[in-house]
């Protein structure tokens, strides 16, 4: 009795060692399986190499640091796997899910997900290109490490970028960084291939070493910068007297202002029912006024392209233009213009008129 029971404790915490263990049993997957890995998440692998990850909740993290090259769940198949697609309803992206799985080729997030955790694409290599849905709170430190993106889009509304998480994409060209972003992390896009950026409105920091040599357009305007945020030789498109404008001057990087967006002098509105008239030798041209026109340029020539057009300014909507070659057809445009800091605002072309002149 005695060696029964201990047998029966001995599988019973054999059984409970496992259960809690789990998590940390590296697995192998074979086309046509299904395996968890997740609570509710499981994995599918067909014969075309579509890896499908479905379910409800958090994917498992791969906390075993003994093999960072090998990949907990799919390793026996990672070259033979070329698309992943995540279903509607998986909230997180697993800590080292997919990395060093260097044939996918694209992956689908769907708006479930809010947390991409560390290393989970690290050396994609082959992948192409990658869509961070809006819902995405953070994406983990070298999430994107070395991966082969061309592309990379970012839903309005997304939460952070941390450390190194796109550093080494080399094929990756520009990026945009929605509004409302909380921080880009400290080497986010180091050495990677990016050569252009956009920041939107309310971007709260970018911390150290966070991008190479750029051309980044800023409309942040109070954002705080971290030492050597932007490499040295980036240029700036930002407005004047916001915190990218103190940082250029600063570190002496170019800069070019942007239209400050308070400011409420706009461009006048295009003109419209232009209507021209004949006269001799000319033609006389009506117009319907612009509200905060302070004038306006009318442009004419004999030929539809308005090439070597002639050019005269007046305040009035009606005008006479004399001294032309009777008998010809001449072509006629105009434009309003108001007067900000000194400096004509054009607003944009009317529709091009045809008249011909009597002799």
């Not at 030798?281 to 009506?286: A, E, I, L, M, N």
Request: proline residues 2%.
């Amino acid at each position: 009795m005695l060696k029964t029971a201990k047998k029966i404790g001995f599988f019973a915490f054999l059984l409970i060692s496992l259960l809690l263990i789990s998590r940390d049993v590296k697995a192998d997957i074979d086309e046509g399986e299904v395996i968890h890995i997740g609570d509710n998440v499981t994995a599918r692998l067909n014969k075309k190499g579509v890896l499908t990850i479905s379910g409800k909740g958090d994917m498992w993290n791969d906390t075993d640091d003994t093999n960072v090259y090998y990949n907990k769940w799919f390793n026996n198949k990672r070259n033979r796997i070329y698309k992943v697609v995540i279903k509607r309803g998986v909230t997180t992206i697993g800590r080292r899910a997919f990395s060093y799985m260097e044939n996918i080729q694209s992956v689908s997030i769907p708006d479930t997900v809010n947390y991409i955790d560390t290393y989970a694409f690290l050396k994609t290599t082959s992948l192409k290109s990658i869509k961070i849905p809006a819902n995405v709170k953070k994406i983990g430190i070298q999430s994107f490490y070395e991966s082969g993106i061309k592309s990379c889009t970012i839903g309005k509304g997304f939460g952070e970028i941390d450390d190194f998480a796109f550093s080494h994409c080399y094929r990756l060209k520009s990026i945009s960084i929605p509004s409302g972003t909380r921080a880009i992390g400290m080497g986010a896009f180091a050495e990677s291939g990016l050569k252009t950026v956009k920041i939107g409105d309310d971007v709260r920091e970018i911390r150290k070493n966070a991008f190479p040599v750029v051309k980044a357009t800023v409309y942040s305007q109070n954002i705080i910068l971290g030492e050597n945020a932007f490499e040295p030789l980036t240029i700036f498109y930002a407005y004047k007297g916001s915190s990218i404008d103190q940082y250029a001057a600063m570190n002496g990087h170019i800069i070019n202002y942007l239209k400050d967006k308070n400011d409420k002098s706009k461009e006048p509105a295009k003109i419209n029912g232009v209507r021209v008239s004949s006269l001799s030798k000319g033609f006389r041209v009506r117009f319907n006024r612009v509200n905060g026109a302070r004038g306006y340029e009318i442009r004419y020539a004999a030929n539809s392209a308005l090439l070597d057009a002639s050019k005269t300014i007046t305040v009035a909507n009606i005008y006479n233009v004399t001294g032309l070659e009777g008998g010809k057809a001449y072509y006629v445009k105009v434009r309003a213009y108001t007067i900000v800091k000194g400096k004509r605002v054009y607003g944009k072309y009317s529709k091009v008129v045809k008249c011909k002149t009597k002799k």
